[in-house]
C-alpha cells in the first residue's frame, strides 16, 4: 500500500501544532493550511504573493522544488548577483564573501525565485 505525503502548515509546526498543508507559498517558501493561507491572502505584505497546491509543488521536477530564493548560508533573500563567481548573493555574502570584487561585478540584481518557477513550469 503506498503511503501519502501529507505536508504540515509551516507556520503552525513554528507554533508547535501539526496541520495538514494545502498551499505553497512560492515568495515565503512555506506550506500553507486553509487557515493560514486565508490570513496569507489578506497580509499587505503576503497578499500579492504567488501560491500553488501541495500537490502541484510536488508534481514540479526536483530541480524545480530545490530552487530557492534564500541564502543557505544566511537565511537571508538573494537580492544580489556576483558574475564573477555566477552566484546569486544576500547582502551578507556581498559583504563577507564577495567583498574583493568591484561594485560592478555585484551590483546586478537578482531576479525572484518565484519568477523563475513560474517560467519554468510554463513548458
Known amino acids: 500500500m503506498a503511503s501519502l505525503v501529507t505536508?504540515?502548515?509551516?507556520?503552525?509546526?513554528?507554533?508547535?501544532?501539526?496541520?495538514?498543508?494545502?498551499?505553497?507559498?512560492?515568495?515565503?517558501?512555506?506550506?500553507?493550511?486553509?487557515?493560514?493561507?486565508?490570513?496569507?491572502?489578506?497580509?499587505?505584505?503576503?497578499?500579492?504573493?504567488?501560491?500553488?497546491?501541495?500537490?502541484?509543488?510536488?508534481?514540479?521536477?526536483?530541480?524545480?522544488?530545490?530552487?530557492?530564493?534564500?541564502?543557505?548560508?544566511?537565511?537571508?533573500k538573494y537580492e544580489l548577483y556576483c558574475s564573477f563567481h555566477a552566484c546569486p548573493c544576500c547582502v551578507t555574502c556581498i559583504t563577507d564573501k564577495h567583498k574583493k570584487m568591484s561594485r560592478n561585478e555585484t551590483t546586478v540584481r537578482y531576479p525572484k525565485a518565484s519568477k523563475i518557477i513560474c517560467l519554468c513550469s510554463t513548458f
Open 7 to 76: 505536508d504540515c502548515c509551516t507556520l503552525c509546526n513554528d507554533d508547535g501544532t501539526s496541520t495538514e498543508a494545502v498551499r505553497w507559498c512560492i515568495e515565503c517558501e512555506v506550506f500553507l493550511c486553509t487557515d493560514c493561507d486565508k490570513y496569507h491572502k489578506k497580509s499587505r505584505s503576503s497578499k500579492a504573493h504567488n501560491t500553488m497546491s501541495t500537490k502541484d509543488y510536488h508534481n514540479l521536477p526536483k530541480f524545480m522544488q530545490d530552487i530557492s530564493s534564500q541564502c543557505r548560508d544566511h537565511k537571508k
